[in-house]
Nanobody, 124 residues
Framework: VQLQASGGGLVQAGGSLRLSCAAS????????MGWFRQAPGKEREFVAGSRRSGGGTYYADSVKGRFTISRDNAKDTVFLQMNSLKPEDTAVYYCAADEHLDGLGYSAILYDYWGQGTLVTVSS
């Protein structure tokens, strides 16, 4: 599957952004999807996940209550709605997919497919 992320940009603290990740190549609903982020000088970290076939969503504690992951299987797209953004949310955001995930996908090594990343910058 190929992934194309978009929607990043510059926003002031407290603002909102919506990221999109369009998938192509395979049946989207069979894939677990995840959003990760990587800030300069830091390791890639899990942000949010969406289980395949309506299996639910889950979040990192740092974004719980502010970010929402959703998916439109008819459009082969996963979204990340980000509200109440903070300067510490500044990072390159990546979407990821895997069709063989067993359990929750908190670790980046569990995913086989990655988008190219989209930069989110939150100014204070």
């Amino acid at each position: 599957v190929q992934l194309q992320a978009s929607g990043g940009g510059l926003v002031q603290a407290g603002g909102s952004l919506r990221l999109s990740c369009a998938a192509s190549g395979r049946t989207f609903r069979w894939y677990d999807m995840g959003w990760f982020r990587q800030a300069p000088g830091k390791e890639r970290e899990f942000v949010a996940g969406s289980r395949r076939s309506g299996g639910g969503t889950y979040y990192a504690d740092s974004v719980k209550g502010r970010f929402t992951i959703s998916r439109d299987n008819a459009k082969d797209t996963v979204f990340l709605q980000m509200n109440s953004l903070k300067p510490e949310d500044t990072a390159v955001y990546y979407c990821a997919a895997d069709e063989h995930l067993d359990g929750l996908g908190y670790s980046a090594i569990l995913y086989d497919y990655w988008g190219q990343g989209t930069l989110v910058t939150v100014s204070s």
